[in-house]
């Protein structure tokens, strides 16, 4: 029998879905309609599958880096593992899709609209936020890429960039914590010797 995912993940579930309905009626209301434009250009949209996949790698390789040499950026993975649970391939590549449709759609399309680049990002990170240092290293990445995608937001005139690039990095991301729990060579280099012995 399955494990059943951890309580961050019911949480998150809830969380993006008030996010996209409140996203969705802010947009509506400020706006009058929510134009398919927000979405996608019609002509130009493999420029934006393409800038978001290109932003996708940078973030993810940024990461990467962090992980081989910033210790906190291995603890927050356990962190995050630990809170997530056993995540099945199918529920990591959902929470993706769910999470990049839902924050693109209120920071970078609602709040972003109405406030501009920089409280859009400033909020975005605050939300990846959490108690120790190692969460801290999570803000600071989510502010960096809160603010890649409010440039592809301002640059392109729509959504599909940021939307694309944030779902890479979230399935790469929850599809490697999913994989790993636990067997991943980086995690378990980084355990404490307490953590080994046992």
Not at 143 to 159: D, K, Q
């Amino acid at each position: 029998m399955t494990a059943a995912p951890g309580r961050l993940y019911r949480l998150a579930w809830g969380l993006y879905l008030v996010l996209a309905v409140g996203g969705a009626v802010w947009i509506g209301l400020r706006r009058g309609v929510i134009p398919l434009s927000l979405f996608f250009d019609v002509h130009l949209w493999w420029l934006d599958l393409l800038l978001g996949t290109g932003a996708a790698l940078l973030l993810l390789g940024a990461w990467m880096g962090a992980e081989r040499t910033v210790p906190l950026a291995r603890d927050l993975d356990r962190q995050i593992m630990a809170a997530l649970g056993p995540l099945q391939p199918g529920e990591a590549v959902a929470l993706a899709v769910l999470s990049g449709f839902a924050e693109e759609l209120f920071f970078r399309g609602a709040v972003q609209g109405a406030f501009g680049w920089l409280p859009a990002t400033l909020a975005f990170a605050v939300l990846h936020s959490g108690p120790g240092k190692a969460f801290r290293l999570w803000t600071l990445f989510a502010a960096v890429a809160g603010l890649v995608f409010a440039g592809l937001t301002v640059w392109r005139g729509n959504l599909l960039a940021p939307i694309v690039g944030h779902f890479l990095v979230n399935a790469v991301n929850l599809g490697r914590l999913a994989r790993g729990r636990g067997d991943s060579g980086r995690l378990a280099e980084s355990q404490p010797e307490s953590e080994k012995e046992s």
